[in-house]
């Protein structure tokens, strides 16, 4: 907890911090600081915005997050807001040090927003829009009953993901797929499902206005990170550290950056590959990086042979009862890493026909990127596209090397 | 716009209610979920052998939210050594969940909303008592003869009384603190003292122990003998009801293992639901193929016999054992049993015969005939034939299948039986 004294120390070292910051070329939007107790950031954190409204999904989210701070598992100590200005939440038990090096992670993240080509198309009052649409939710709960809206609202989270991240850019329909098809899937329900009422469209529409919000932080982790990562090194190393604040920096930062074995920490893998790039290519590369890359197009273009294998980088896969390297080559990683984060992690689904067979039903069309469905999951979705569209619904896809298709007639599933 | 570069604010946060109240949410929705899977919980086999209250998992598929994803668990994923990895290596064990998936990083994260490769079911933890509580929601005694006879009376005590004379080790100290105060405050004396209102530690009664070292604060003077208080006792007694449950099962060599678990997953629930409405609840065994024997648990559940059937054996040693030792004026009786339904054919009037004054003498008898539908083929013998015993006390259950023995309790404790 801070004291007061802590208080006005951390403004000052606020101060330098952003002074600092502004020094080294980084542009962020102003900056509001927010200390809260762990029950609201983690609330914070599993809703991703404080003004969001209400679901249960969100309240198991929060409960598994504070169930693993509350045992020591994990920790989160801030929570930072694409909005300008730009909010932060601290955790009020963060120490002085802590905060420090927080503050200077989150001028990174700032600076990642306003200036990341990803986020040039969101909407950076959010904060509000997201208030208004708790409000007409909780409005529709006590016209419509608190029940049938929640059931509603499963079923529109059920395919919130598959929106069209270009419409972010004025192209209002999204770029028309090669064959024609829709990727805005969640948008196209919305505006021509025959069965819906009004309140049923505007939720369908906020669940896509937030998704395309939120889409750009899922196709930036590992650079937004990195680069966060980046400056808190920088910035906190800049300032006067007593040897014990040293020691606590050193600490902290190898617990939020380390690698974790087996797994991908997107904080080391962006440092990592901002530093090697550092080096080869000065600090103005960076800044143009930070700009213009995704995700995708970062580890396409700058993860190298040679970084592969200082980081040790390698591919696995379940083999019978272990997890076993199958490949430790540059590319298999690369193109591994590309896959699982194309389309958000998400399966490419789009609209191919709305009346299929004549009869106004709904064909969805998967992508097969070599990645087959879960189809335990498709048997539990398709039924809520269902109550979404009114009317059957096929979804193509890939399983076993042939093409599937999966149908919900209302009552039943078949395939 | 406030165009500061920066503020720092602490807010109120207090009334931020929202991840609880969702969470409470969350919470109704689990349980929902496990009462929708009551039927194939009951009959679980880690619940019904349990020690204490043991936490359970229940894994409930129907609260990961559903959406289209990628079946990940055979899917390469790239992951991070600590150096010299080579191909062939093992990284780790696969556990069912392919949790070792990536994931996000375990210091901080957690910007985006549902970005984790989710689990492939939601495990919810509840204690068997959590679990009892949920499956006897709907469950009712049925029946209840009045006891004609006073119920059993048990003798208690309880402290309930304070007076002046007792046994030393039942001092009321506050009681024997607050009339020192009492008599000081209304003799005047209670104000500098020599010294502090303590009591002496062991409970010994501090009478008229003088403070020569103590300080001179408020205080209160010596406690005398007067007054002190002893708490006393008074005996009670109060009716206890108990129940009996005359567990009777064929353990002739066509009651396999299925057919014993089965049982078994009924008495454990009907005993512990009997023990929600009774302050004792018996369970006997009574064992039968041709003869009938009263055996103990381990032997019931476990031991088999080869031979024929003789289902009155059973019916009879129950008669018996409610005669000499749970008249039915004074205990409530229930009786359930369990069979294959192959009867020696010869036997089924006399079964019959035994059932019905056996269901006299009862709160309620259940038959449960226990098919598994693999066989192919049933004898049904002595369902038909208890089916003429036609009486609301008399409830017939066929048990198929793991997820029957929540409908048996049902059956033998539901609503309609309580009517």
């Keep these: 907890m801070l004291l007061e004294s802590d208080t006005q120390q951390l403004e000052q070292s606020v101060e330098q911090l952003t002074d600092a910051a502004i020094q080294h070329g980084l542009d962020f939007f102003p900056m509001r600081y927010q200390f809260c107790p762990s029950e609201v950031l983690y609330s914070i954190g599993a809703y991703g915005m404080p003004t969001r409204f209400s679901h249960w999904s969100f309240g198991k989210a929060y409960h598994r997050m504070k169930s693993e701070y509350d045992h020591g598992l994990s920790k989160i100590y801030e929570l930072v807001i694409n909005s300008n200005p730009c909010y932060a939440f601290l955790l009020d038990s963060n120490t002085l040090l802590q905060n420090k090096l927080i503050v200077a992670h989150v001028l990174g993240h700032s600076d990642f927003f306003k200036n990341n080509a990803m986020f040039g198309g969101t909407d950076r009052n959010m904060v509000d829009r997201m208030a208004v649409f708790a409000n007409r939710i909780e409005a529709f709960s006590q016209e419509y009953g608190m029940d049938e809206v929640e059931a509603f609202l499963d079923a529109g989270i059920a395919i919130q993901e598959h929106v069209d991240p270009y419409v972010r850019f004025g192209h209002v329909d999204g ?176 609209v191919r026909d709305d009346d299929l067979h004549g009869r106004g039903e709904l064909l969805l069309h998967n992508r097969f990127d070599g990645m087959e469905l879960d189809r335990k999951y498709v048997e539990r979705t398709l039924p809520l596209v269902f109550k979404l569209w009114g009317r059957s619904v096929h979804l193509e896809t890939m399983a076993g090397g042939k093409t599937v298709t999966y149908v919900y007639d209302g009552k039943q599933l078949v395939s | 716009m406030d165009n500061r570069s920066f503020i720092i604010a602490r807010d109120d946060w207090s009334l931020h209610r929202k991840g609880e109240i969702d969470q409470e949410r969350h919470k109704r929705k689990v349980k929902e979920a496990i009462r929708e899977n009551l039927a194939d919980l009951v009959s679980e086999e880690s619940i019904i052998m349990p020690q204490g209250d043991k936490i359970i998992k229940v894994p409930i598929r129907s609260l990961d939210e559903p959406r289209f994803r990628y079946n990940t668990s055979d899917e390469p994923q790239v992951g991070q050594g600590q150096g010299g990895t080579q191909v062939g290596d093992v990284v780790g064990q696969a556990d069912g969940n392919g949790q070792s998936a990536a994931g996000t990083g375990p210091g901080k994260g957690g910007r985006e909303a549902g970005e984790q490769p989710g689990i492939d079911y939601y495990e919810a933890e509840l204690t068997v008592d959590e679990l009892a509580e949920l499956v006897f929601e709907d469950l009712k005694l049925p029946h209840l003869k009045p006891k004609t006879a006073q119920e059993m009376l048990v003798d208690d005590i309880r402290f309930n009384d304070v007076r002046k004379q007792g046994m030393v080790s039942n001092i009321d100290k506050r009681r024997t603190l607050f009339e020192a105060i009492k008599r000081q405050a209304l003799g005047g004396s209670l104000h500098g003292g020599a010294y502090p209102a303590a009591m002496q530690q062991g409970g010994g009664i501090p009478v008229g122990i003088p403070g020569p070292d103590t300080a001179p604060a408020p205080v209160l003077g010596p406690i005398i003998g007067d007054d002190v208080r002893y708490k006393t006792w008074e005996d009670i007694h109060k009716p206890q009801s108990s129940a009996v449950v005359l567990a009777m099962m064929d353990t002739s060599g066509s009651m396999g293992t299925f057919e014993k678990y089965i049982a078994r997953s009924f008495f454990f629930w009907m005993v512990r639901f009997l023990r929600t409405r009774y302050e004792n609840v018996n369970i006997r065994f009574l064992a039968h193929t041709t003869e009938a024997k009263e055996v103990d648990e381990e032997a019931f559940f476990h031991k088999g016999e080869s031979g024929g059937t003789r289902c009155s054996s059973v019916y009879e040693l129950a008669l018996q054992m409610i005669e000499k030792e749970y008249p039915p004026s004074s205990f409530n009786t229930y009786a359930f049993h369990f069979s294959d339904g192959d009867n020696l054919s010869s036997d089924n009037p006399e079964t019959m015969r035994l059932a019905r004054t056996l269901l006299e003498q009862v709160n309620m008898l259940g038959y449960g005939e226990i098919r598994q539908r693999t066989y192919g083929y049933s004898s049904k013998q002595l369902w038909d034939v208890l089916k003429r015993l036609e009486s609301p006390t008399f409830v017939q259950a066929l048990l198929e299948q793991k997820e029957d023995v929540f409908k048996t309790l049902k059956a033998f404790f539901g609503d309609e039986m309580a009517s």
Excluded at chain 1, 240 to 259: H, R, T, W
Excluded at chain 1, 276 to 285: F, L, P, Q, T
Excluded at chain 1, 305 to 329: C, G, I, P, S, W
Aim: without cysteine; proline residues 3%; charged residues 30%.
């Design chain 1, 175 to 350: 770029f028309r797929e090669t064959d024609g098809s829709i990727k805005d899937v969640i948008g196209y329900i919305a505006t021509h499902s025959r069965y819906l009422e009004e309140w049923q469209r505007e939720i369908l529409h906020m669940l896509r206005a937030e998704m395309l919000y939120f889409w750009p932080q899922m196709e930036t982790k590992i650079m937004n990170e990195g680069w966060a990562s980046y400056w808190h090194l920088k910035l906190v190393r800049e300032l006067e550290l007593s040897d014990s604040e040293i020691v606590e920096f050193a600490k902290m930062n190898a617990g939020v950056i380390q690698p974790t074995p087996g797994r991908i920490n997107p904080y080391y893998l962006g440092l990592m590959m901002l530093r090697h790039i550092e080096r080869k290519e000065g600090i103005e590369a960076l800044f143009e990086i930070r700009e213009v890359e995704s995700d995708v197009s970062f580890i396409r273009n700058y993860l190298t042979r040679e970084l592969a294998e200082d980081m040790d980088l390698f591919v696995y896969q379940k083999q019978q009862q272990v997890y076993r390297v199958t490949a430790n080559d540059v590319n298999e990683v690369k193109e591994q890493l590309i896959r699982s984060r194309t389309n958000g992690g998400f399966p490419y689904i789009t």
